[in-house]
């Protein structure tokens, strides 16, 4: 399997998980703000922000699980390309580059996650 093919369908996986996470959380707010404001009460604004907080949370918990995943997919990727590049500089080269990006991808998710849970956690 080429690396142009393995990309490719981390890239479709990527997109059908973001998909899945959107629609999952859009329901779960929807079925928040329903039970919130069923029998003729009023959401407040605090309630519109807890559920609106928790749905942030759970698709940044489901997007760094499928970043984590594909990191680790990647880093097993480039160890086998560095493994079997038998001293050939150029795949040595895309071999350290791939591990390089997938240390830096898994680096910035961390971060990201670390924000938006300091974000929610504030308000």
Same mark, same amino acid.
């Given at each position: 399997m080429s690396m142009r093919n393995i990309q490719n369908q981390a890239v479709v996986v990527l997109a059908v998980a973001a998909t899945n996470a !959107?629609?999952? +959380? +859009?329901?779960?707010l929807a079925s928040n703000s329903d039970i919130s404001a069923g029998a003729g009460k009023v959401a407040t604004n605090d309630q519109v922000g807890q559920s609106v907080s928790s749905g942030l949370l759970s698709v940044t918990n489901v997007l760094l699980f499928l970043l984590g995943a594909v990191s680790?997919?990647?880093?097993?990727?480039?160890?086998?390309?560095? *493994?079997? +590049? #038998?001293? #050939? *500089?150029?795949?040595v080269k895309q071999a350290k580059?791939?591990?390089? !990006? *997938?240390?830096?991808?898994?680096?910035?998710?961390?971060?990201? !996650?670390?924000?938006?849970d300091f974000v929610v956690d504030a308000f």
């Open positions: !959107y629609l999952l +959380s +859009s329901q779960a680790v997919i990647m880093i097993v990727v480039g160890g086998i390309r560095f *493994a079997t +590049s #038998n001293g #050939n *500089a150029d795949q580059n791939i591990l390089l !990006y *997938a240390v830096i991808g898994l680096v910035v998710a961390i971060m990201a !996650y670390a924000i938006v």
